[in-house]
Structure formats: structure tokens, C-alpha cells
């Protein structure tokens, strides 16, 4: 079935590290990606996201690059810092008139 | 505050009951959402709403009743609550179908 997955459902890094989360999508007609960064007990929060008339973006300290040819979205953390700890998730959009369909999320935890 | 806001933060409830988490924003965003989150399946979609008055099944609609009378607000009913409903409910709004979800925060709910 169409799915949205990450490679590792968790990945450990010492602060100062740059990490690299990794996602896997299956359908080419999906057009929009959003990366989410979810912490206990709170709702998920917008970190980046890309359409797919592009192939890198970014912002504070986070740069998203999907590539197409392989349907792999990653999202790049530099410089990690105990409180990028959280977890993770990647979802994407089919095209319009449909919703977001989340992947299962990896866990970063950062070490000082 | 503006925000997204979800209420109550817990609830228990016994089977067979009829239950409604409350979900309301003050961004006057059109589009808004109602997830569940499990370990293991990660966030799915069960229900969203285009617009006041217009709501669509999302992946699990079933065991659910949602309702759009005002734009801020997005009750989810669950009729009859089951065991297996047992979860994490978020809600979300955006402005547009192209535009990040912005979350709340979230209520547990434990059927017993």
C-alpha cells in the first residue's frame, strides 16, 4: 500500500552533531511534504515544509531536501541541541482535495 | 491568545458511553482536522472539515460523529465508546489545504 515511512525509528547523536532524518514516501504523485516535531505530551509542531517544484529549503538551523527521482524527503538538523529531542514525523500530500497522511516518526534524542 | 485549543486535557470513560472533545481556534482558519494517535500506527486522519457545515471521512471515520455549525469549532463525538478507542485525539486547523497543520495539544482518552 501507498505509505509514508521513516528508515530508523530512532536515532541517537551528541549535541554539537548535525542529524539526518531520513523518509521514504511511495507515491510520485504527492506534491507537499511537512516535517513535524512532536515532544511529550504535546501536539506536533510545523517545522519545514517543501512542494515539489523544489528540491531544498531552508530555515533556522533545519534544511529539508527531497528528491523525487527515489521518493526520499530528509530533514537536517545542525548543530543538535538537547532540546531538538523529540520525535519526529514526515507526511505528505497527495494532491488537492486530499489530507495529510503522517509517517510513524523517528526519535531523536540528543546527548550533551 | 490565538490559538488551537482542546478540551478536556484527559477524560475517562466507561464502554458504551457517548463522549465529546471539544476542539476550537481563534486563527478563523477554514480547514480543520481531527487525529488519533497510537503507538505503532503513528497520527491518523478520521474526519476533517473544508469549511463550516462541510466535513469529510478521513482513514478511521468509524465510531465517530463530528459537526462543523461555526468555524472555530470542531466537536468530535464518539457515539458509543469501545476499548479500542482508547487513544490520543489531536486537532488541527490550517488556512488552506496547501498551508502546515497547526496542532493542539491534545486530549487522552481512556475507554474502559
Known amino acids: 500500500g501507498e505509505s509514508v515511512g521513516l528508515h530508523l525509528p530512532t536515532l541517537s547523536v551528541q549535541e554539537g552533531d548535525n542529524s539526518i532524518i531520513n523518509c521514504a514516501y511511495s507515491?510520485?504523485?504527492?506534491?507537499?511534504f511537512i516535517w513535524y516535531k512532536q515532544e511529550s505530551g504535546k501536539g506536533p509542531q510545523f517545522i519545514i515544509d517543501?512542494?515539489?517544484?523544489?528540491d531544498k529549503r531552508q530555515g533556522q538551523r533545519v534544511t529539508v531536501l527531497l528528491n523525487k527521482t527515489v521518493k526520499h524527503l530528509s530533514l537536517q538538523i545542525a548543530a543538535t541541541q538537547p532540546g531538538d529531542s523529540a520525535v519526529y514525523f514526515c507526511?505528505?500530500?497527495?494532491?488537492?482535495?486530499?489530507?495529510?497522511?503522517f509517517g510513524k516518526g523517528t526519535t531523536l534524542s540528543v546527548s550533551s | 491568545d490565538a490559538g488551537i485549543t482542546q478540551s478536556p486535557r484527559y477524560k475517562i470513560t466507561e464502554t458504551g458511553r457517548q463522549v465529546t472533545l471539544m476542539c476550537h481556534q481563534t486563527?478563523?482558519?477554514?480547514?480543520m482536522f481531527w487525529y488519533r494517535q497510537d503507538l505503532g500506527h503513528g497520527l491518523r486522519l478520521i474526519y476533517y472539515?473544508?469549511?463550516?457545515?462541510?466535513?469529510d471521512k478521513g482513514e478511521v471515520p468509524d465510531g465517530y460523529v463530528v459537526s462543523r455549525s461555526k468555524t472555530e469549532n470542531f466537536p468530535l463525538t464518539l457515539e458509543s465508546a469501545t476499548r479500542s478507542q482508547t487513544s490520543v485525539y489531536f486537532c488541527?486547523?490550517?488556512?488552506?489545504?496547501?498551508?502546515?497543520?497547526?496542532f493542539g495539544n491534545g486530549t487522552r482518552l481512556t475507554v474502559t
Open positions: 486563527w478563523s482558519h477554514s480547514y
Open positions: 472539515s473544508a469549511a463550516a457545515d462541510i466535513t
Open positions: 507526511a505528505e500530500k497527495k494532491g488537492a482535495g486530499t489530507a495529510l497522511i
Open positions: 507515491n510520485s504523485a504527492s506534491d507537499y
Open positions: 517543501i512542494r515539489s517544484n523544489m
Open positions: 488541527a486547523s490550517s488556512d488552506s489545504y496547501n498551508s502546515p497543520l497547526h
